[in-house]
């Protein structure tokens, strides 16, 4: 249903910013590590 792509919408891009700052703070090598939490907000 409508509601069910919704949520995995979500999932995926929350999956894909944990990931992307996890990666960031781990490795260092993106360009906006110096608060990557805010992305989170």
């Known amino acids: 249903s409508y509601n069910t792509l919704i949520a995995l919408s979500c999932a995926t891009v929350v999956?894909?910013?944990?990931?992307?700052?996890?990666?960031?703070?781990?490795?260092?090598?993106?360009?906006?590590c110096k608060n990557p939490y805010r992305y989170c907000t």
């Not at 960031?24 to 360009?31: A, F, N």
């Open 15 to 32: 999956v894909a910013l944990i990931t992307g700052i996890y990666i960031c703070c781990r490795y260092k090598k993106l360009k906006n």
